[in-house]
Every structure is written in structure tokens, then in C-alpha cells.
């Protein structure tokens, strides 16, 4: 069964701790993607990679970071968390084809709480 | 300006009814493509139907189908004969620059958080 894995399910931060939240996908996906879910604003887009060492600003980079050293692994990086990055984090990719019907798959999700 | 809205925060339908839930987007580019996913309790998000902007026909994909009306700009989703199980929230997402963009990334309304009664 495909699947991306996210590889913290909950966790627990303190303000002002660097925070990884790492993300891996088994399908041979070339686009990867990180997104912040919040009640009553849906999914907001933080960044992507559409190949390895490739990474573009999604709607909203700022207090993060991204890395893709492997197809396969992409990682969110908060390099000093706040209380106001509490939130649901969800990773997902697709294979990059020309075809409209790209569907992204999800992670479960990571659900961050910052202390 | 909000590219995907979705102005109900909240349905309840009964076991066995149809439901449709509103979707209506914005977008200058003549090629796009407008997603369905369902979210349950457990978090992960499931695709359910996508409708592209030169689809001539209504996406239909079991007890889903996509009611779209490209000149109003919307995109509903009508559930057939809700299950207990269909309670979960619903997001509608749309893809522009279907042909050449580098990467396939979805802008995402609010959502619905649909509930179904006995």
C-alpha cells in the first residue's frame, strides 16, 4: 500500500525550540508539499519541491524552512517555534505528469502544539 | 480575493439522503482543475473526484458527483444516499496552470464539516 508517512503523529514544543517535522513518501513522488491546516482557514500551502534540492514558497513560508536532500524525504524545519505555529502540519505528493487529475496524497498529519 | 469559497461551515443530511455541498472559485486562467477531499476524525485526506476546466461532462465517481457550472464558477459536490460513515469535513481545492505549471500544488477552500443522522 502506497503511502507518505509522517513521522510524528502529535508533539510538544517549547517557544524558541527548532522544530522538525520529517516527511516520507514511498511512491517515487518528484513534487512534495507542506501544508498547515487551522479551523476556519482550511489548508494554507508553506512550500514545495518539485525535485530534489528544489524547494519554492508556497502562501505561507514565513518562521519556516524546507529541506529535500532525497526524492523521497522532505523535511519542515521551524527554526524557532512560536505559539502561533500551533497547528496541524500536512505533508503531501504527487508525481509530476501533464495531466489535470494529479492528485496530491496525504500524510496523516503532524499536530504541533508550541508551549 | 479568495480563490476557492465554501460558505457553509457546517451540514447535517440523513442516512439515505442527498447532500450538496457549495463550491465556488475564482481563477483568470482558462485551464484548471477543481478537487473534492474528504477529511475524517482520523485526519488523513482522501482525494474523491476532480473535474477538469475542459472535462465536457460531470466528474461522477460512485455516490459522488461534481455539479459544475463553469460560468458561475462552482464546483458543488453532491453526495448520493449518505452513509453514517460520510460524516467527516470536505474541502474543495482547485489547481490552476493545469498544463505547464512545475508542480501540481492545490489552493484549498475552508471546508464543511458534513454530519449524517440517523
Known amino acids: 500500500d502506497v503511502k507518505v508517512t509522517q513521522s510524528s503523529r502529535y508533539l510538544v514544543k517549547r517557544t524558541g525550540e527548532k522544530v522538525f517535522l520529517e516527511c516520507v513518501q514511498d511512491m517515487d513522488h518528484e513534487n512534495m508539499f507542506w501544508y498547515r491546516q487551522d479551523p476556519g482557514l482550511g489548508l494554507r500551502l508553506i512550500y514545495f519541491s518539485y525535485d530534489v534540492k528544489m524547494k519554492e514558497k508556497g502562501d505561507i513560508p514565513e518562521g519556516y524552512s524546507v529541506s529535500r536532500e532525497k526524492k523521497e524525504r522532505f523535511s519542515l524545519i521551524l527554526e524557532s517555534a512560536s505559539t502561533n505555529q500551533t497547528s496541524m502540519y500536512l505533508c503531501a505528493s504527487s508525481s509530476l505528469t501533464g495531466s489535470g487529475a494529479n492528485v496530491l496524497t496525504f500524510g496523516a498529519g503532524s499536530r504541533l502544539t508550541v508551549l | 480575493a479568495q480563490k476557492i469559497t465554501q460558505t457553509q461551515p457546517g451540514m447535517f443530511v440523513q442516512e439515505k439522503e442527498a447532500v450538496t455541498l457549495d463550491c465556488t472559485y475564482d481563477t483568470s486562467d482558462p485551464s484548471y482543475g477543481l478537487f473534492w477531499y474528504k477529511q475524517p476524525s482520523s485526519g488523513e485526506m482522501i482525494f474523491l473526484i476532480y473535474?477538469?476546466?475542459?472535462?465536457?461532462q460531470n466528474a461522477t465517481e460512485g455516490r459522488y458527483s461534481l455539479n459544475f457550472q463553469k460560468a458561475r464558477k462552482s464546483a458543488n459536490l453532491v453526495i448520493s444516499a449518505s452513509q453514517l460513515g460520510d460524516s467527516a469535513m470536505y474541502f474543495c481545492?482547485?489547481?490552476?496552470?493545469?498544463?505547464?505549471?512545475?508542480?501540481?500544488?492545490?489552493?484549498f477552500g475552508t471546508g464543511t464539516r458534513l454530519q449524517v443522522t440517523l
Open positions: 473535474q477538469g476546466s475542459y472535462d465536457q
Open positions: 481545492a482547485m489547481r490552476e496552470d493545469l498544463f505547464t505549471g512545475t508542480a501540481s500544488k492545490l489552493t
